[in-house]
T-cell receptor, first 112, second 116 residues
């Protein structure tokens, strides 16, 4: 595998389910990001993990919980989601503070 | 914080024509301006970027221009081809900022449709 991979690619879950999204980067980067992409809206940064810091977008609800066990893996744990959380969730990585972000293909999440 | 406006939201051209997408930004401290292309079912991919110490950069059929005074930058695609059809995003960031402010702020995207 090369680049940034995400699993699953598609996920349908009920509002009472608990699921996790997984991201893995094979680029040797040391910063990883979660973005939410909804139709007709700008990419919304949710979380950042880097050597220097963890950054959270304060508008992200607590039903989204990130986990970064090492510099190559990033998880997004989901619980009691709402229908408005349906979106494409993108993972990205970069070398600390360098400019280029590399994105994975995303997980298409549908909350029923 | 930074605010990035992108226009148009949709752009339809004939194959062979040129396409121009424009973005404006609000933070004069921003110094890095990437452009991403997102094809259906894929994540955004960086196609070209420009730093604030240059005014123009070209890579084959694509070019980006930057006007720091006016705080706007543009993507130019010449001799468009059907495979150029995708959503294009601009972004702006300040690589010297702290507290996560170095992370790019994205525009809303432009859906480019190239008709054969």
């Amino acid at each position: 595998e090369t680049g940034v991979t995400q699993t699953p690619r598609h996920l349908v879950m009920g509002m009472t389910n608990k699921k996790s999204l997984k991201c893995e980067q094979h680029l040797g980067h040391n910063a990883m990001y979660w973005y939410k992409q909804s139709a007709k809206k700008p990419l919304e940064l949710m979380f950042v993990y880097s050597l220097e810091e963890r950054v959270e977008n304060n508008s992200v609800p607590s039903r989204f919980s990130p986990e970064c066990p090492n510099s190559s893996h990033l998880f997004l744990h989901l619980h009691t989601l709402q229908p408005e959380d349906s979106a494409l969730y993108l993972c990205a990585s970069s070398q600390e503070r360098t400019y280029e972000q590399y994105f994975g293909p995303g997980t298409r999440l549908t909350v029923t | 914080g930074e605010n990035v406006e992108q226009h148009p939201s949709t752009l339809s051209v004939q194959e062979g024509d040129s396409a121009v997408i424009k973005c404006t930004y609000s933070d004069s401290a921003s110094n890095y301006f990437p452009w991403y292309k997102q094809e259906l079912g894929k994540g955004p991919q960086l196609i070209i970027d420009i730093r604030s110490n240059v005014g123009e950069k070209k890579d084959q059929r694509i070019a980006v221009t930057l006007n720091k005074t006016a705080k706007h930058f543009s993507l130019h695609i010449t001799e468009t081809q059907p495979e150029d059809s995708a959503v294009y995003f601009c972004a702006a960031s300040n690589s010297q900022a702290s507290g996560g402010s170095y992370i790019p702020t994205f525009g809303r995207g432009t859906s480019l449709i190239v008709h054969p």
